[in-house]
C-alpha cells in the first residue's frame, strides 16, 4: 500500500500561484511513476501533470504547457506541482496517483493508476 496526502491547495487569484505537494509512505517512493489529475464540478477527472519515477521524463496536459511544472524529490518521497499564472479554469480538487512502474516514463491514464490520494481544492478567483 502506498498513501498519498496531498496539501498546499486554496484560493488565489487569477494570476496568481500555488504550489501543491504531495506526501508518499508505505513503499519505495522512486518505484513509482507519479501524477497530479483534477476534477472541476460537473466534470470527468483529468490529467494535469506526470513525471516517470527518475523524473526524467514529463508530461503535461496542453492547457497547463508553460504555466505548470511537476518535479519530485526522491529523497523526501514528495512530489511538486508548481502553478503559475493560475486561471479561473484551473479551480478544482487536485489529486495526486502512484503507479508502480519499472519503466521510465509518465503516465497520463487514469486507469494506469494504483493509488490517490484524497485531493485538495484549488480555487482561483477572477
Known amino acids: 500500500q502506498v498513501q498519498l496526502v496531498e496539501s498546499g491547495g486554496g484560493l488565489v487569484q487569477a494570476g496568481g500561484s500555488l504550489r501543491l505537494s504531495c506526501a508518499a509512505s508505505?513503499?519505495?517512493?522512486?518505484?513509482?511513476?507519479m501524477g497530479w489529475f483534477r476534477q472541476a464540478p460537473g466534470k470527468e477527472r483529468e490529467s494535469v501533470a506526470a513525471?516517470?519515477?527518475?523524473?526524467?521524463?514529463?508530461n503535461y496536459q496542453d492547457s497547463v504547457k508553460g504555466r505548470f511544472t511537476i518535479s519530485r524529490d526522491n529523497a523526501k518521497n514528495t512530489v511538486y506541482l508548481q502553478m503559475n499564472s493560475l486561471k479561473p479554469e484551473d479551480t478544482a480538487v487536485y489529486y495526486c496517483?502512484?503507479?508502480?512502474?519499472?519503466?521510465?516514463?509518465?503516465?497520463?491514464?487514469?486507469?494506469?493508476?494504483?493509488?490517490w490520494g484524497q485531493g485538495t481544492q484549488v480555487t482561483v478567483s477572477s
Open positions: 496517483a502512484a503507479k508502480y512502474s519499472s519503466a521510465a516514463l509518465p503516465y497520463t491514464s487514469i486507469s494506469a493508476y494504483d493509488y
Open positions: 508505505g513503499r519505495t517512493f522512486s518505484n513509482y511513476a
Open positions: 513525471i516517470s519515477w527518475s523524473g526524467g521524463r514529463t
